[in-house]
């Protein structure tokens, strides 16, 4: 495969939800090991793409292909939902603005789930994880409840819990929309020391231009499309 092959692409994608159009036409290629955010006004369409692009949602038209590296590659609209699941299991991780995390497990059990969903025993998901909470300056808070977490600790546990299975690509939908300033930079620069250091790529989705500055590229979508002045391939 050459390198130039993007690890995503989508092409004509529209979807509606009833008589709303979310996507209108969208055309977008993510680059391997690339950091992307995705911008835009309230509504615009930008978690629909995000669901698109990572095979959470299947497009009314259009098609979304994931090449992973070395493997065949895959188109995400036609696979079955358990494949589809499956893939989102095995290949991508995610991070939501209100980190949803299950709240009567501890902060390392909720970093094992998808190991143990995996199929990995229980004592290597357990160890994986604390190491993992440790990368992210979480040491010693491993046995706490959610509830018992500060909302930026809570945060790292979701990425934690995100990148655990060392993820393809990372699939984030405002992961620090929900924090103050300095907590959202803590957050966003541990997350990103960890992608760059296992070069995952990662799809952003930020309402914060402080934020939006770490990526890499941004593309803004208004209405249903892509903005002005933005090319499928950069
Ligand atoms: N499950 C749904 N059912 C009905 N309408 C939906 C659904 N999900 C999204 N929409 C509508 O589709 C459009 C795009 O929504 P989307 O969530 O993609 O926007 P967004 O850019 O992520 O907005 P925000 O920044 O507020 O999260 C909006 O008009 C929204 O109301
Ligand atoms: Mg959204």
Redesign the pocket.
């Known amino acids: 495969m050459s390198i130039q092959t993007p690890i995503l692409s989508a092409r004509g994608l529209h979807h509606s939800?009833?008589p709303?159009e979310?996507l209108r036409g969208i055309d977008l290629d993510v680059h391997a090991g690339e950091v992307l955010a995705v911008m835009?006004?309230?509504?615009?369409?930008?978690?629909?793409?995000l669901h698109c692009l990572a095979g959470v949602l299947v497009p009314d038209r259009g098609t979304v292909t994931y090449n992973p590296v070395d493997e065949v590659p895959l188109q995400l609209n036609e696979l079955k939902e358990t494949k589809r699941a499956r893939l989102r299991l095995t290949d991508f991780g995610f991070v939501f603005q209100f980190g949803q995390l299950l709240p009567e497990l501890s902060a390392v059990d909720n970093v094992s789930i998808p190991l143990l969903l995996k199929g990995i025993k229980r004592p290597e998901a357990l160890e994986r994880s604390r190491d993992m909470l440790q990368r992210l300056g979480l040491d010693g808070l491993g046995e706490k409840l959610p509830g018992e977490l500060s909302g930026g600790q809570a945060q790292r546990v979701a990425v934690g819990r995100a990148l655990v299975t060392s993820p393809a690509v990372l699939f984030a939908d405002?992961p620090t929309g929900s924090l103050d300033s300095l907590a959202s930079e803590n957050v966003l620069t541990l997350m990103l020391d960890l992608v760059r250091e296992a070069d995952t790529t990662v799809v952003m989705?930020t309402?914060d231009a402080r934020t939006a500055a770490y990526a890499d590229r941004e593309v803004i979508?208004r209405d249903?499309a892509l903005g002005a002045g933005y090319r499928v391939s950069t």
């Open positions: 939800f009833g709303t979310a835009g006004p309230s509504g615009s369409g930008k978690s629909t793409l405002e989705i309402h979508v249903g």
